[in-house]
Protein backbone atom coordinates (compact mmCIF):
# COMPACT_ATOMS: atom_id res chain seq x y z
CA UNK A 1 0.00 0.00 0.00
CA UNK A 2 1.01 3.28 -0.59
CA UNK A 3 2.05 5.76 2.21
CA UNK A 4 3.38 9.25 2.73
CA UNK A 5 5.41 10.38 5.70
CA UNK A 6 5.58 13.44 6.65
CA UNK A 7 7.99 13.34 10.05
CA UNK A 8 7.96 17.38 10.43
CA UNK A 9 4.12 17.88 12.06
CA UNK A 10 5.71 22.06 12.75
CA UNK A 11 8.47 24.23 11.14
CA UNK A 12 9.54 27.49 11.44
CA UNK A 13 11.30 29.87 9.37
CA UNK A 14 12.40 33.38 9.67
CA UNK A 15 11.26 36.41 7.12
CA UNK A 16 13.64 36.04 3.67
CA UNK A 17 15.66 32.67 4.84
CA UNK A 18 15.09 29.08 3.25
CA UNK A 19 13.64 26.33 5.07
CA UNK A 20 13.07 22.49 3.78
CA UNK A 21 10.13 20.64 4.62
CA UNK A 22 10.54 16.76 4.26
CA UNK A 23 8.47 14.12 2.86
CA UNK A 24 8.99 10.13 1.98
CA UNK A 25 6.79 8.08 0.74
CA UNK A 26 6.52 4.26 0.07
CA UNK A 27 5.55 2.72 -3.22
CA UNK A 28 6.30 -0.09 -5.62
CA UNK A 29 5.16 1.58 -8.58
CA UNK A 30 7.60 2.68 -10.47
CA UNK A 31 5.58 5.71 -12.56
CA UNK A 32 4.19 8.21 -10.27
CA UNK A 33 3.67 11.81 -9.31
CA UNK A 34 4.64 13.71 -6.01
CA UNK A 35 2.67 17.05 -5.29
CA UNK A 36 3.17 19.63 -2.80
CA UNK A 37 0.02 21.26 -1.54
CA UNK A 38 -0.41 24.42 0.41
CA UNK A 39 -3.62 24.68 2.82
CA UNK A 40 -3.45 28.51 4.29
CA UNK A 41 -5.05 29.17 7.45
CA UNK A 42 -9.08 29.04 6.36
CA UNK A 43 -8.35 29.23 2.68
CA UNK A 44 -8.15 26.54 0.17
CA UNK A 45 -5.80 24.20 -0.52
CA UNK A 46 -3.72 25.10 -3.75
CA UNK A 47 -1.12 23.43 -5.86
CA UNK A 48 2.64 24.44 -4.94
CA UNK A 49 4.76 22.11 -6.97
CA UNK A 50 4.45 18.64 -8.92
CA UNK A 51 7.30 15.94 -9.96
CA UNK A 52 7.16 13.53 -12.40
CA UNK A 53 8.95 10.07 -11.46
CA UNK A 54 10.11 9.56 -14.50
CA UNK A 55 11.85 13.06 -14.38
CA UNK A 56 15.34 13.18 -12.78
CA UNK A 57 15.40 16.83 -13.27
CA UNK A 58 13.93 18.62 -9.60
CA UNK A 59 10.46 20.58 -10.40
CA UNK A 60 10.94 24.25 -9.57
CA UNK A 61 8.61 26.89 -9.47
CA UNK A 62 9.63 30.51 -8.67
CA UNK A 63 10.90 30.27 -4.57
CA UNK A 64 9.78 26.77 -4.33
CA UNK A 65 11.71 23.71 -5.09
CA UNK A 66 11.88 20.22 -4.69
CA UNK A 67 14.47 17.36 -3.84
CA UNK A 68 13.55 14.61 -5.31
CA UNK A 69 15.13 11.25 -4.50
CA UNK A 70 14.03 8.01 -6.49
CA UNK A 71 15.82 5.07 -4.92
CA UNK A 72 15.72 7.09 -1.39
CA UNK A 73 11.82 7.41 -2.05
CA UNK A 74 12.40 10.97 -0.64
CA UNK A 75 10.60 14.12 -1.87
CA UNK A 76 11.36 17.60 0.30
CA UNK A 77 10.29 20.99 -0.18
CA UNK A 78 12.44 23.70 -0.31
CA UNK A 79 11.06 27.18 0.05
CA UNK A 80 13.50 30.10 -0.33
CA UNK A 81 13.55 33.77 0.57
CA UNK A 82 10.26 32.99 2.74
CA UNK A 83 7.63 35.47 2.95
CA UNK A 84 4.75 35.31 5.67
CA UNK A 85 2.23 34.41 2.91
CA UNK A 86 3.98 31.14 2.80
CA UNK A 87 3.32 30.72 6.11
CA UNK A 88 0.69 27.49 5.64
CA UNK A 89 -0.02 23.76 6.34
CA UNK A 90 2.05 21.91 3.47
CA UNK A 91 0.45 18.54 2.67
CA UNK A 92 2.89 15.94 0.62
CA UNK A 93 0.86 13.92 -1.61
CA UNK A 94 1.71 11.11 -3.96
CA UNK A 95 -0.98 9.36 -6.93
CA UNK A 96 -0.14 6.54 -9.32
CA UNK A 97 0.21 7.67 -12.88
CA UNK A 98 -3.12 5.58 -13.54
CA UNK A 99 -4.84 6.30 -10.89
CA UNK A 100 -6.96 9.14 -9.27
CA UNK A 101 -6.44 7.99 -5.27
CA UNK A 102 -3.96 10.51 -3.88
CA UNK A 103 -2.31 9.34 -0.93
CA UNK A 104 -1.65 12.60 1.82
CA UNK A 105 0.65 13.08 4.93
CA UNK A 106 0.25 14.29 7.90
CA UNK A 107 0.92 17.92 7.10
CA UNK A 108 3.55 20.29 8.29
CA UNK A 109 2.49 23.65 10.10
CA UNK A 110 5.33 26.15 8.69
CA UNK A 111 5.02 29.45 10.97
CA UNK A 112 6.83 32.43 9.23
CA UNK A 113 8.65 34.95 11.61
CA UNK A 114 9.04 38.54 10.47
CA UNK B 1 -13.48 29.45 -15.07
CA UNK B 2 -14.98 29.18 -11.44
CA UNK B 3 -13.76 27.05 -8.82
CA UNK B 4 -14.89 23.93 -6.87
CA UNK B 5 -18.05 24.92 -4.96
CA UNK B 6 -18.60 23.23 -1.74
CA UNK B 7 -22.21 23.61 0.27
CA UNK B 8 -22.67 23.90 2.82
CA UNK B 9 -19.34 25.78 4.07
CA UNK B 10 -20.34 25.19 7.99
CA UNK B 11 -22.69 22.66 9.87
CA UNK B 12 -23.80 21.42 12.96
CA UNK B 13 -25.30 17.79 13.32
CA UNK B 14 -26.26 15.74 16.38
CA UNK B 15 -24.90 12.45 17.11
CA UNK B 16 -27.35 9.68 15.32
CA UNK B 17 -28.31 12.34 12.66
CA UNK B 18 -27.40 12.05 8.73
CA UNK B 19 -25.92 14.66 6.67
CA UNK B 20 -25.58 15.23 3.33
CA UNK B 21 -22.48 17.47 1.56
CA UNK B 22 -22.24 18.97 -1.69
CA UNK B 23 -19.96 19.44 -4.23
CA UNK B 24 -19.90 21.43 -7.57
CA UNK B 25 -16.94 20.29 -9.90
CA UNK B 26 -15.39 22.84 -12.38
CA UNK B 27 -16.97 22.89 -15.16
CA UNK B 28 -15.47 20.29 -17.78
CA UNK B 29 -13.92 18.45 -14.74
CA UNK B 30 -15.26 14.36 -14.39
CA UNK B 31 -13.53 13.19 -11.33
CA UNK B 32 -14.22 14.25 -7.82
CA UNK B 33 -12.92 13.14 -4.92
CA UNK B 34 -13.70 13.53 -1.35
CA UNK B 35 -11.49 13.39 1.95
CA UNK B 36 -11.92 13.92 5.29
CA UNK B 37 -9.41 16.51 7.15
CA UNK B 38 -8.71 16.24 10.85
CA UNK B 39 -6.20 17.29 13.20
CA UNK B 40 -3.39 15.44 13.09
CA UNK B 41 -4.41 12.51 10.54
CA UNK B 42 -4.15 15.14 7.89
CA UNK B 43 -5.96 14.29 4.42
CA UNK B 44 -7.68 10.64 4.33
CA UNK B 45 -9.42 9.73 1.26
CA UNK B 46 -13.15 8.85 1.32
CA UNK B 47 -13.81 8.03 -2.39
CA UNK B 48 -13.62 9.26 -5.85
CA UNK B 49 -16.36 9.27 -8.81
CA UNK B 50 -16.04 9.65 -12.04
CA UNK B 51 -18.63 9.51 -15.00
CA UNK B 52 -21.53 8.48 -11.99
CA UNK B 53 -19.61 5.54 -11.18
CA UNK B 54 -17.54 5.13 -7.70
CA UNK B 55 -13.86 4.14 -9.02
CA UNK B 56 -11.99 4.34 -5.97
CA UNK B 57 -13.06 4.11 -2.08
CA UNK B 58 -11.15 4.62 0.75
CA UNK B 59 -11.56 2.62 4.34
CA UNK B 60 -14.34 4.27 5.79
CA UNK B 61 -17.38 2.43 7.37
CA UNK B 62 -20.65 1.85 5.41
CA UNK B 63 -22.34 4.83 6.80
CA UNK B 64 -19.81 6.94 4.43
CA UNK B 65 -21.23 6.98 1.40
CA UNK B 66 -21.74 8.90 -1.77
CA UNK B 67 -22.82 9.38 -5.42
CA UNK B 68 -22.39 11.81 -8.42
CA UNK B 69 -24.77 13.08 -10.62
CA UNK B 70 -24.87 13.65 -15.02
CA UNK B 71 -23.04 16.73 -14.35
CA UNK B 72 -20.06 15.68 -12.36
CA UNK B 73 -21.76 17.12 -9.10
CA UNK B 74 -21.24 15.44 -6.38
CA UNK B 75 -22.89 14.67 -3.14
CA UNK B 76 -21.75 12.67 -0.31
CA UNK B 77 -23.90 11.52 2.74
CA UNK B 78 -23.04 10.24 6.11
CA UNK B 79 -25.65 8.67 8.28
CA UNK B 80 -25.58 7.41 11.96
CA UNK B 81 -23.20 10.49 12.58
CA UNK B 82 -20.52 9.82 15.69
CA UNK B 83 -18.87 12.21 17.45
CA UNK B 84 -15.43 10.98 16.04
CA UNK B 85 -16.74 12.35 12.53
CA UNK B 86 -16.57 16.20 13.26
CA UNK B 87 -13.80 17.33 10.58
CA UNK B 88 -13.44 19.27 7.44
CA UNK B 89 -14.31 16.99 4.29
CA UNK B 90 -12.79 18.81 1.41
CA UNK B 91 -13.86 17.75 -2.14
CA UNK B 92 -11.85 17.92 -4.92
CA UNK B 93 -12.34 17.88 -8.74
CA UNK B 94 -9.75 16.55 -11.91
CA UNK B 95 -10.14 17.04 -15.35
CA UNK B 96 -9.09 12.94 -15.55
CA UNK B 97 -6.63 11.95 -18.09
CA UNK B 98 -6.24 7.78 -17.50
CA UNK B 99 -2.72 7.93 -18.79
CA UNK B 100 -1.56 11.64 -17.49
CA UNK B 101 -1.57 12.84 -14.22
CA UNK B 102 -4.35 14.96 -12.83
CA UNK B 103 -4.01 17.80 -10.70
CA UNK B 104 -6.58 18.10 -8.01
CA UNK B 105 -8.41 21.33 -7.54
CA UNK B 106 -9.64 21.43 -3.92
CA UNK B 107 -12.92 23.24 -2.92
CA UNK B 108 -13.29 25.37 0.65
CA UNK B 109 -14.34 22.50 2.66
CA UNK B 110 -17.42 21.86 4.95
CA UNK B 111 -16.69 22.28 8.59
CA UNK B 112 -18.98 19.42 9.57
CA UNK B 113 -19.10 19.49 13.50
CA UNK B 114 -20.94 16.72 15.71
CA UNK B 115 -22.37 17.47 18.88
Known amino acids: AQTVTQSQPEMSVQEAETVTLSCTYD???????LFWYKQPPSRQMILVIR??????QNATENRFSVNFQKAAKSFSLKISDSQLGDAAMYFC???????????FGTGTSLTVIP | KAGVTQTPRYLIKTRGQQVTLSCSPI?????VSWYQQTPGQGLQFLFE???????NKGNFPGRFSGRQFSNSRSEMNVSTLELGDSALYLC??????????????FGPGTRLTVL
Open chain 2, 92 to 105: ASSIDGRFSYNEQF
Open chain 1, 27 to 33: TSESDYY
Open chain 1, 51 to 56: QEAYKQ
Open chain 1, 93 to 103: AYTHSTGNQFY
Open chain 2, 27 to 31: SGHRS
Open chain 2, 49 to 55: YFSETQR
